[in-house]
């Protein structure tokens, strides 16, 4: 069964950067797109970006211009980079692709 993988959260300062990883198991990113959400405690899931399986992206408007989603497709992972990190920026961040979601990673950012 394909199963999806996400690591690299932490804590961070405002402004800071991290790097998001998403591994797959399988071959999925190949073929399908792949999506990162987040949901902060209390709050309802949140789009964040989407890469397709021929490498189009498209962001929330939330993210857009600080995060940035790409893939390795040799290694079936997808990243996203984050970038001038803001609190409200803090939740666990999900990836998902052909309905699938991953366990999430939390990402807490520190004002």
């Known amino acids: 069964q394909v199963q999806l993988v996400e690591s690299g959260g932490g804590l961070v300062q405002t402004g800071g950067s991290l790097r998001l990883s998403c591994a797959a198991s399988?071959?999925?990113?190949?073929?399908?797109?792949v999506s990162w959400y987040r949901q902060a405690p209390g709050e309802q899931r949140e789009f964040i970006a989407t890469i397709t399986s021929g490498g189009s992206t498209n962001y929330a408007g939330s993210v857009k211009g600080r995060f940035t989603i790409s893939k390795d497709g040799a290694k079936n992972t997808v990243f996203l980079q984050m970038s001038s990190l803001k609190p409200e920026d803090t939740a666990v961040y999900y990836c998902?692709?052909?309905?699938?979601r991953g366990q999430g990673t939390q990402v807490i950012v520190s004002a």
């Open positions: 399988g071959t999925l990113f190949s073929v399908y797109a």
């Open positions: 998902t692709c052909l309905g699938l």
